[in-house]
Structures are given as C-alpha cells and as structure tokens.
C-alpha cells in the first residue's frame, strides 16, 4: 500500500487560480483532512487527484500513480484504484441501487460476487439492506448520500476521497457514515476527507492540511489546537488600560476584552512570562494568569483568514 | 486512447436500462413513427378509393406529361412513395437525436458525469456506449415502421396495383444504407450539441433543427421542383456520409475528461 505524495500542485481556471503551492503527504492507512472554507479548492484538488482535471503545475503520486497522467493510459490504472464520493451524490434516479451499484461493478471490471458481498455489507450498515430493487429516485437526500458512498467503495479502491460525506445527513446517519470511515481507515485504506466542517474534521482525522486557494497549513490537529495558545489574564479595574502596554511588545500578539479580563492571544508558549512581565511593567495589578487553548475553531478561522483583514 | 468493449458496453446496457424505464421519452419516441406510417397510407387510400377520378389525371399530369393515363392511380401512388422517403429519412436522424441528447446531457443535468468519470472508463468508451444505447433502438424503431408501412401500403393499394408496391429496391437502399447513415448523423450531432451545453431540452431544440433541410427537400419534391429517385437518394446518402465522418473529426475533440467536466455553456 502506497499512501499521497502531493508537490506543489496548482489548478488554473483560465486566469483565475483555484488552488496552488499544494504541497503534502498522507501516509497509507491515515484518515486525512482538506480543510478550507466554500470555494477554497477543495473539491478542485480533490478532481486533480483522481484524474479528472489536469493539474497546471506541480506533481503527484498516489497509489503508485503518478499524476501529472501519463497520456497512453489515460489514468485508467489510478481510477480502478482510487474511490471518489462527489459533491453530489449523481445517482441514476430511474435506477435502482442494484443496477446503480452494478454499473459501477462493470465499469471497473471486479468480480461481482466479491463486490456485492462488501456492498452487501455496507447496505446493511447503512440500513439501505432490503430495498435493493427500488429505484433510488424515491429516496432521501441522506439515503442517496449513503448510497454514493457505498457507490464509491464497491470497488475496493486503495484510496478514497470524500467529499463532505456526512452533507444532508442527520446526526445518527453522520454517525453511522462518520463510524464506517474510521472503520475502513483501520482495515489500511487511506482516506482523503473534505470538509468546512472542523467538527467533523476533528473526530475523524489525525492530519489536516488547511487551504483556502493556497495551503494555509499542514498540522496534526494537536498541532493545530498548540496554535491556538492563549493566556487569561484577570487584572484589577478594566483591562482596557494596559492593552497598550501589550503594543510594545517585540513580538505581536492578539487579544480579547472582557472586562477585567484580558485574554493574549500567543503564538509560542514561551511568550507568556513576557507578556505577564510586560504587564505588571506597565503597572496593571494582576491576579491571576493561566494559559487556556484557544478552540480549535479560532486556530482554523485565524489560518483562512486573509492577510488584509487579519483583526 | 484505451478501448475496453466491456466498459462501452456496460454503458450501452445501463442506458438501454435507463430508456426503457423512461416512459415519457418512449412515447415521444413512438409518436414520429406513426405519423410517418399513417399519413402515407391515408395519402394511398385516397387515390384508390376512386382510382379513376379525373382529378388525378390533372395531378398526375402536373407532374410528368408522358404518364401512362390508362392507370395514373398507381403511378400516383408510387410517386408519393418515393416522395415520401425523404420525410421517412426525418425518423432516423430525430429518434437518435432524442435519445442522445437525454443520454449525454442528462448525465451533466443529474451531475451523475462526474462519478462517472472517475470510474475507469475512457471517454471514448462512454460516447461508443452512449451511440450504441441511441442507434441500436433507432434502427430497430426505423425498421419496424418499415416493415409496417410495407404492410399497409400493400394492403391499402391492393385493389389498384394488384401485387406488392413495397418494399422495392429504393426503399430497401433508403432503409438499410442511407437512413443508418442519417441516424449516425443525428446522433453525432446531438452528442457533439449536448456534451457541449449540458441541457438536454435545449441539446434536443438545436439537434432537432438539423431535420429542416430535409423539410425542404420534401417541399421542392412536391412543388414538383425536385424529381425523388434511386440517384436522388443516392446523392443524398452521400452527402450525409461526408456529414459523417465530420462528425466523427469534431467528436475526437470530446474525448477529453476535462473538457467534458468543465464545459457547462
Ligand atoms: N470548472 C471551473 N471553471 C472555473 N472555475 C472553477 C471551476 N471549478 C472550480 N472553479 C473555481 O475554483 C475555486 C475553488 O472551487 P472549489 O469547488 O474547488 O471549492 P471548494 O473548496 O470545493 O468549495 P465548497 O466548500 O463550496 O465545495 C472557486 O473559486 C471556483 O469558482
Ligand atoms: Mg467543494
């Protein structure tokens, strides 16, 4: 099993730039995250990666693969190994799930009786079991989301993308959908998950790599929540007054009002004696200083946020 | 390019599928086939009902002054069959064209193209698939009007002609050469249209367009301007058979994931 090599990939639509300076590596096995906000190229790198666009600059490999495409095979070796779950489901509604899935069996050419024992299963955990012969044109928006997954998998591919599985479902059916990734991750299939959801992000995966039209980062998400360090610091009267002193600092650092209660936004845990020192320099009685992790949240918002209007 | 006939036929059987179960396309379908077998044959029974009307003398006469006037009745009726020809020759290029266009745009239109391709398959596999899918039952659909108006018509001019009027050997030339050489047409043409606009009702208008020159044909035939016959059709056929291979230098610019992916207008 070969996990991604990704090296500086970037995607041009005509003068626009999608995505670029993509640079990452998910090892085999790993559950890993494209994190970034409504139109930041998730969904365009994810079509880099799995043949269906061009890239206009930089390299991949995946699955022994290596992408930019070579033109003789015409990527048909990466597509028999890679799954792709598309922003939309894009099921055939006249259809029913058998001859949904069996299409699907045929264009990838596996043998069917393997291939219906795991789409078997998978149907049944997601309590589609028993409606086989039912055109999915009747279904739910979840069903359909299900099935596309189901969809994606049939083949056994080394590696899936996903992209926002758990849209349109209800908490339980997120669960449901959440638990089979872990799951298929475990039996050493290695998953590329997109999403604008931390949440979501944060239970299924180790990595992410945070984009928005250029890679913002790429942490392990104790990495990431590190980011967010803060430190809360109660002074006497309002805290208003020593932000000022705070200015002076040589290194910068961000900060929050509320009230009495000051809290510094830090970028190195070193920095709290200084920030602390600086402080009481400038004459502010403090009573209490303790460091307090920023949600995750705020570490993500303050990576996607623009250069230009950083607060 | 990788051709893999199972793929491409994968495709053909999952759109066969797909139109069987698509009863709305399926009436629309059905609905040219009559009009192109009755009408004939409503056209034939006028002239045998009175096959000695003297009407028909001046008609036959407009047309050709050397007519035999002791049995103008048949001469009629194998005029307006070689006439009708050209209106048949509508069916093999409209059938195909409905089809395809729901085929090729309707995957755009569902947004099922994109899982599709990201499976293994070549687009060269899904357009072989995909005109298999249209031509297979256009061909089926033209041959049984044939077949249909043959019956009827011999049963309808029994009385004056006394013996078969078709099939004859233009006809039997139109259906088998010429109107699957017009379905090509009409299929490549709706392929090339819809994998480019990704609506299939639109797709469907300007594909459907490419019927009026033979609207006018059929016009000029009647007005008496044009003479309908085996050389006729023949040239016919050939023009059409260059329209062909265009068609098939402009398709190998689909074949291409991208560009497929991407157009939307
Ligand atoms: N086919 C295309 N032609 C032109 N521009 C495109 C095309 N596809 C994507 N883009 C542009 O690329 C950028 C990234 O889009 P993309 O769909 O990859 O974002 P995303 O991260 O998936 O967003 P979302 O969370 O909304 O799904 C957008 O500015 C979009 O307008
Ligand atoms: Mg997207």
Not at chain 2, 120 to 148: Q, R
Request: glycine share 8%; charged share 20%.
């Amino acid at each position: 099993m070969q996990g991604i090599r990704v090296e500086g990939l970037k995607k041009c639509f005509g003068a626009r730039t999608a995505v670029e300076g993509l640079s990452f590596e998910v090892a085999p096995g790993e559950v890993f995250g494209l994190l970034g906000p409504n139109g930041a190229g998730k969904t365009t790198t994810v079509r880099m990666l799995t043949g269906l666009l061009a890239p206009t600059a930089g390299r991949a490999s995946l699955c022994g693969v290596e992408l930019p495409l070579r033109s003789d095979d015409d990527g048909v070796t990466l597509r028999r190994r890679v799954g792709l779950l598309t922003e939309q489901p894009g099921l055939y509604d006249r259809l029913s799930i058998r001859e949904n899935l069996e299409f699907f069996m045929r264009l990838n050419e596996v043998d069917e009786v393997q291939a219906w024992k795991l789409a078997h299963a998978l149907l049944e955990r997601f309590d589609l079991a028993g409606r086989e012969d039912e055109p999915v044109g009747g279904f739910s928006k979840g069903m359909r989301q299900k099935l596309a997954i189901v969809r994606a998998l049939v083949h056994s591919p080394e590696v899936v993308f996903l992209d926002e599985p758990t849209s349109g479902l209800d908490p339980q059916s997120g669960r449901v959908v959440r638990d089979a990734i872990a799951e298929l991750a475990r039996e050493g299939r290695t998953m590329v998950l997109c999403s604008h959801n931390l949440h979501e992000v944060e239970r299924l995966c180790a990595r992410v790599a945070v984009i928005k039209n250029t890679l913002r980062s790429v942490a392990s998400l104790t990495e990431l929540r590190r980011e967010g360090l803060a430190l809360d610091v109660m002074v006497e009267g309002e805290a208003a007054a020593w932000v000022k002193a705070l200015e002076r600092l040589p290194f910068t650092v961000g900060h929050q009002l509320d009230g009495s209660r000051l809290r510094v936004l830090l970028d190195r845990e070193a920095q709290s004696p200084d920030v602390i020192a600086c402080l009481v320099q400038a004459g502010a009685r403090v009573h209490s200083a303790h460091r307090a992790a920023r949600p995750l949240e705020e570490a993500y918002l303050d990576l996607v946020r623009e250069a230009g209007d950083a607060s | 390019m990788s051709f893999r006939l199972s793929r491409a036929l994968a495709v053909y059987r999952k759109d066969l599928l797909d139109l069987r179960k698509n009863r709305a396309l399926l009436w629309s379908m059905l609905a040219l086939p009559l009009v192109i077998v009755v009408t004939p044959l409503g056209i034939v029974w006028a002239y045998v009902r009175n096959p000695t009307d003297p009407g028909l003398k001046a008609i036959a006469l407009y047309y050709d002054l050397t007519v035999d006037l002791t049995n103008v009745a048949r001469f009629l009726i194998d005029k307006v069959l070689a006439d009708w020809f050209v209106i048949y020759l509508v069916m093999p290029v409209f059938v195909p064209i409905l089809i395809s266009s729901h085929a090729v745009a309707g995957e755009k239109e569902k947004r099922t193209l994109e899982p599709l391709l990201a499976s293994p398959v070549t687009p060269l596999e899904l357009v072989v698939g995909k005109s298999l899918a249209s031509l297979v039952p256009s061909v089926l659909i033209c041959t049984l009007a044939f077949v249909l108006l043959c019956v009827g018509v011999d049963v309808v001019a029994w009385p004056v002609a006394k013996s078969l009027v078709l099939p004859n050997g233009m006809w039997l030339f139109g259906v088998f050469v010429i109107a699957p050489l017009f379905a090509f047409f009409g299929n490549g043409v709706a392929v090339l249209i819809s994998a480019r606009v990704g609506d299939s009702r639109l797709a469907q208008q300007l594909a459907g367009l490419m019927v009026l020159p033979l609207v006018g044909l059929a016009a000029g035939q009647f007005g008496g301007w044009l003479k309908a016959g085996p050389s006729y059709y023949a040239v016919i056929g050939g023009v059409v058979l260059l329209l062909d291979l265009a068609i098939i230098v402009a398709a190998r610019r689909l074949f291409d994931r991208e560009r497929l992916m991407t157009r939307w207008g």
